[in-house]
């Protein structure tokens, strides 16, 4: 199983970007999928949610409204579009996945994004 994140970069304050996450060797409709970010010092948070199905998503009340998640089950890939970034939206993102019946869980390796001037 390999999860892969891809998008990350440099970003100016107000800009958008969006991230990928590739999934490989699972069942990726069977697999609810989730968006975190984490900061040096800071523990990681969930950022967003998606059901394996994409018919529920949820975003965290920090960045709701600028954030949506996305899922296509036929290319085995998530997404996350992030837009009027902010520099509190600097982080590394992480993707991971959840088994609906198996209840387990693979993760990637992050991707660095950073908002500044």
């Known amino acids: 199983v390999s999860v892969v994140e891809s998008g990350g970069g440099l970003v100016e304050p107000g800009g958008s970007v969006t991230l990928s996450c590739k999934c490989f060797?699972?069942?990726?409709?069977?697999?609810?999928a989730r968006w975190h970010r984490q900061t040096p010092g800071k523990e990681r948070e969930l950022v967003a949610f998606?059901?394996?199905?994409?018919?529920?998503?949820r975003i965290v009340d920090s960045v709701k409204g600028r954030f949506t998640i996305s899922r296509d089950n036929d290319r085995d890939l998530v997404s996350l579009e992030m837009n009027s970034l902010k520099p509190e939206d600097t982080a590394v993102y992480y993707c991971?996945?959840?088994?609906?019946?198996?209840?387990?869980?693979?993760w990637g390796q992050g991707t660095q994004v950073t908002v500044s001037s």
């Open positions: 991971s996945l959840q088994g609906m019946s198996s209840r387990k869980e693979f």
């Open positions: 060797g699972v069942p990726f409709e069977e697999y609810h």
């Open positions: 998606i059901t394996g199905d994409g018919n529920n998503a």
